[in-house]
């Protein structure tokens, strides 16, 4: 059986393009959101085809322990690419400060940000070393390096990321598992000249050779 790759919190843009690149290289692709109808209409609107789809609320670690549970056998690289922006019911994007979350929005967004990251990345660790290898990849953020107090969540969820990928990489490094993050400074649209350079930069990662491993690619 072909490798699996699974994606956490796939949408169009970064999350499709990534799958489907892994795909074409001949990967057993599973892609998991929220809301896979909605997955599943993104995906065939963009032509892309060979790809399995999975449910998951990343707002609950433990129902993301639970998926990697399900796609262990076999696999190969978890790609982590979840992540919260607040949208108005115009579709226009909200800013978040710290005085307009509550209690709830805070551990809700952080679930997603970064503590169902790690409950992943610790999950796959284990599958993936008795599977003879492969990589954790991480969407990250330039928020992580240059963080707003209108995104709050997200910078602070992008900088934990960053922090887990860079003090994780040599400690995987030694069980055969690359970690490694490609850290996005730029805006990424649905099925863009973007999207699919993110998605070659996590397939550049993926294939480097275990001497030549890097643990970060910045991408704009």
Do not use: C
């Amino acid at each position: 059986m072909s490798q699996t790759f699974l994606q956490i919190g796939s949408g169009p843009g970064i999350g499709l393009a990534t799958a489907e690149r892994f795909a074409r290289e001949g990967y057993r692709v599973v892609v998991a959101s929220r809301n896979t109808a909605r997955l599943r209409g993104h995906a065939e609107a963009a032509g892309i085809g060979n790809i399995a789809f999975d449910t998951v609320d990343a707002a609950d670690p433990h129902a993301v322990a639970a998926l990697v549970e399900r796609h262990r056998d076999h696999l190969s690289v978890l790609h982590y690419n979840a992540g919260v922006l607040h949208y108005g019911t115009d579709g226009a994007l909200q800013t978040r400060t710290l005085a307009d979350e509550t209690t709830g929005s805070l551990i809700s967004d952080m679930h997603v940000n970064l503590t169902s990251a790690l409950v992943a990345m610790r999950a796959a660790a284990d599958a993936i070393a008795r599977n003879d290898g492969g990589s954790i990849l991480i969407t990250g953020g330039g928020l992580g390096m240059h963080p707003s107090p209108q995104f709050l969540t997200l910078s602070t969820g992008k900088a934990g990321l960053r922090a887990a990928a860079l003090s994780l990489f040599e400690p995987m490094q030694a069980r055969g598992i690359h970690v490694a993050a490609v850290t996005v400074s730029t805006l990424v649209g649905p099925d863009s000249v973007h999207a699919r350079a993110v998605a070659d930069a996590f397939w550049q990662l993926h294939a480097e050779a275990p001497d030549a491993w890097t643990p970060e690619i910045v991408y704009g």
